[in-house]
């Protein structure tokens, strides 16, 4: 993916985003952050049309969001540790 954004001039988007347009914006800045909105769109455009299928797309967004099992496994221990750190006695926390 990476390449087809540098080839259509839309990695800089990519990786850094569109900024935000201050209210007392000149005009030309008004017209660089139309551009930039417009390259963003079309690179969101790109992204949707890489996945073929809506089931391809959901798998995409469901590995990216939640992650495998290994990556839920550590993120349940890390909650659970923290939990048990809260359950301590504060007299207790000072040895750990």
Known sequence: MRV??????LW??????????AA???EAQRVAHH???KKGNRALH???QGATTANEAWTILSTNYKGDDKIK???LQTLRRQYELLQK???LMMFI
């Not at 087809?4 to 001039?9: P, Q, R, S, T, V």
């Not at 990519?14 to 935000?20: A, F, I, K, N």
């Open 35 to 37: 551009d930039q909105k």
């Open 46 to 48: 790109l992204i949707h």
């Open 89 to 91: 006695p504060q007299r």
């Open 4 to 9: 087809l954004f540098d080839y259509h001039e």
């Open 24 to 26: 007392n914006a000149t």
């Open 73 to 75: 496994r550590v993120r």
């Open 12 to 21: 800089d988007v990519v990786e850094s985003g569109v900024s935000t347009l």
